[in-house]
């Protein structure tokens, strides 16, 4: 059996996240971390548990003996294909940058896998669902306006058996005493993942912020968002809170812009987006805190597909997409139906031809790299689809509901999707 150095140093399974990290979603499951499966949790927020028995829940233990033997955990697959495909994964970072300074925690993991010391170097919490979008690409799971919607839609009944709940609002916090167990774990955070929901409006960011500073912790810890960037203060228990002046305490501080498009399309995808106002936002950041790095993390979808090119360029004049500083693409996999793999041939072929200028414009020089195989990306998951009239059509019957019911018109602000409309009524 490999040393808990040895492992950290080379291994093909070991994680050190398991003694390190906690992820949970407002459903109040905790999984593994962010890359994990998310149909197999590891523990469960219940009232009356501290956060060390969450920590050595049955599954959690299994997961640590499985990496201490170097082995496989099914959970965790997608690290694993990742690494096989050339990928590095969080696995690899987490076990590059905090493994060897976990060394001891890992060697004093007890025959059943249960640890009797549990520091919290790396949290990742999604708090809530409360957000203030209704973005067409995701769904009651993520955000309580999106719920209330869909109860207005369909039955409580419906509701229930769909989404296994009738609160449209959901917290890994409500009627338990979590926030206080969590509270002294946070003395050890080195890095924080805030994500929502929407993290801006939700009180558990303002109440972990206020912990750090007012116990002189802000300078230790680094902070990443991912955020639609809707706002940068929001009055909490009656108190308005300025994010500028939270943020002055903490030296390392990435943002990720959650920005579809932008303009008309933006506000028509992400309902709630105001392109006005999140663009002084942006402008904002990058002319007064040039310390925060600040980038764009689309999803990509059929909603936004044809307009990518346009946000990109803006983007990239104002300096917020870069060489140095890539989108980080999130490609919509989930609805299968508003995946742009499922476009009609003719579609991917125009926009393949398009993105394909873009990979030429960057291939002068080696540092646009990440650019290049941004449009790469692209245009392989393009190439991947195959014709698809009964999931296209699945989309327009979600996208014509959605359209009614916020008095919204989809192909007037992206008429692309005309002729794709026209192809699905084919026989």
């Not at 291994?11 to 996240?17: D, E, P």
């Not at 495909?85 to 976990?102: A, F, I």
């Not at 008095?407 to 009524?425: A, F």
Request: hydrophobic share 35%; net charge negative; with cysteine.
């Amino acid at each position: 059996m490999k040393t808990a150095k040895q492992l950290v140093n080379d291994s093909k399974h070991f994680c050190v996240l398991p003694w390190i990290h906690f992820h949970a979603w407002p459903d109040k499951k905790v999984m593994p971390c962010c890359i994990a499966d998310s149909e197999q949790p590891v523990s469960e927020i219940k009232p009356g548990e501290s956060i060390l028995d969450l920590m050595n829940s049955d599954e959690y233990k299994k997961m640590r003996l499985a990496m201490l033997n170097d082995e496989k955990y099914e959970a965790c697959t997608r690290c694993y294909d990742l690494e096989d495909n050339g990928t590095w994964t969080l696995r690899n970072s987490q076990n590059k940058v905090r493994g060897l300074d976990s060394v001891d925690l890992i060697e004093m993991t007890n025959a059943d896998g249960s640890i009797d010391e549990f520091k919290l170097k790396y949290m990742d919490m999604r708090f809530s669902n409360l957000c203030n979008y209704k973005c067409r690409s995701c769904g009651p799971g993520c955000s309580n306006l999106w719920g209330e919607e869909k109860l207005k839609i369909i039955s409580e009944d419906d509701f229930v058996t769909k989404f296994g709940r009738k609160e449209t609002l959901v917290t890994c916090t409500e009627e338990t005493d979590f926030m206080d167990n969590l509270k002294p774990y946070l003395n050890d955070v080195e890095e924080c993942y805030f994500a929502g929901g929407e993290i801006l409006v939700t009180p558990e960011h303002y109440e972990c912020m206020d912990y750090w500073i007012e116990n002189g912790l802000a300078d230790k810890v680094n902070l990443n968002y991912t955020t639609n960037m809707s706002i940068l203060s929001h009055k909490v228990d009656g108190k308005k809170r300025d994010l500028f002046e939270m943020w002055k305490h903490f030296p390392n501080i990435e943002i990720w812009a959650s920005i579809d498009a932008i303009g008309e399309q933006g506000e028509l995808v992400r309902k709630g987006f105001k392109w006005k106002k999140v663009q002084e936002n942006l402008l904002r950041i990058r002319d007064e805190a040039p310390n925060i790095k600040l980038g764009i993390t689309p999803t990509i979808s059929v909603w936004n597909i044809f307009n990518y090119c346009e946000m990109f360029d803006w983007m990239y004049k104002e300096g917020f997409i870069s060489a140095e500083n890539p989108p980080r693409l999130n490609i919509l996999t989930y609805p299968d139906w508003a995946s742009i793999t499922v476009l009609p041939m003719d579609a991917r072929k125009k926009l393949i031809q398009k993105f394909k200028g873009y990979i030429a414009k960057f291939a002068g020089n080696e540092e646009d790299i990440h650019l290049r195989n941004d449009f790469r990306v692209l245009v392989q998951t393009l190439w991947s689809g195959k014709d698809d009239k009964s999931a296209m059509r699945k989309f327009f019957q979600e996208n014509d509901q959605m359209d009614g019911f916020r008095n919204e018109e989809l192909d007037e602000v992206v008429p692309q999707l005309k002729e794709v409309r026209e192809w699905c009524l084919e026989l």
